[in-house]
């Protein structure tokens, strides 16, 4: 079956990109992150989620591609130290400035995705002539000033409905957030894009790489890198996983159990080491 990314399908005149469209795939993306990180067997953490790493197959069900930088989480651990790879635009500032490695790096990088889908902008390109260093600035400046529908990409503004696109804008934002422990995990992101939009948590500002975060406590001895040598695309192994519907589709188990079965937890964190 033929898939394509999201920025592909954008980029196709001919294909409708409508509200409806962008929402279901939101929250199949929301929904395919909490079976990694909670559903599964072994909690999973992708590590790389970002646009083109999200596959439209021609029903347009969104699969989360490309597994090749996921980790296997230590069972009882919260979050480890590791070294630093990922897509410049999507990574979570603990991450990036200091390797620490949880759920929420996950969470962060969905924020970011939802507010691409919103807008139809890229972080990692942005480049729109307004006072903002990125869309996540930018889309937090407007929310801030009672403006946040004006990120909408003009193609949806017909078929969006306002509240339930502020919702969307406000859990994109929440899950940006400077500190990871303010981010919702991915169940409280199910539960708040399954609920009529209502009174959501204010977003404080944006969590942006080498700025505004500072872990407490002292730095860990591992290994780590930050700035552009941190930054690395992904192009290894290309395991898909469904996530059209509420449970894990076979072939989402068959991708998280293979990469479980097949593989054995680094103590650090790192990428799972080969039996």
């Given amino acids: 079956m033929a898939t394509k990314s999201f920025w592909c399908m954008k980029s196709n005149r001919n294909v409708e990109l409508d509200w409806k469209r962008r929402y279901e795939i939101i929250t199949g993306i929301a929904r395919g992150l909490l079976y990694l990180h909670e559903d599964s067997h072994n909690r999973i953490i992708h590590r790389d989620i970002k646009a083109s790493n999200i596959l439209l197959d021609d029903k347009w069900v969104p699969k989360i591609a490309d597994f090749g930088m996921a980790r296997l989480f230590p069972e009882g651990e919260s979050n480890v130290n590791t070294r630093v790879a990922g897509t410049n635009g999507y990574m979570a500032p603990e991450y990036v400035m200091h390797g620490q490695l949880s759920v929420k790096a996950d969470v962060f990088s969905f924020g970011v995705l939802v507010l691409e889908l919103i807008s139809g902008q890229k972080n990692s390109s942005f480049n729109l002539n307004v006072d903002a260093q990125n869309l996540l600035d930018w889309a937090y400046k407007l929310y801030k000033k009672g403006k946040g529908l004006e990120i909408m990409d003009a193609a949806i503004v017909p078929s969006a409905p306002p509240e339930q696109v502020s919702c969307c804008i406000q859990i994109g934002l929440l899950c940006v957030q400077s500190d990871p422990k303010s981010r919702p995990d991915m169940h409280r992101v199910v539960i708040m894009l ?82």
């Fill in 194 to 275: 399954s609920k009529k939009p209502g009174h959501l948590d204010e977003p404080m500002r944006p969590g942006i790489a080498g700025n505004r975060y500072r872990r407490s406590g002292p730095r860990p001895g591992s290994s780590s890198t930050a700035g552009a040598s941190g930054f690395s695309d992904s192009h290894t192994s290309k395991s898909t996983f469904n996530i059209n519907t509420n449970t894990a589709s076979a072939s989402a188990f068959a991708s998280a159990s293979t990469l479980a079965s097949s593989s054995k937890s680094d103590p650090l964190g790192k990428r799972p080491m080969k039996s």
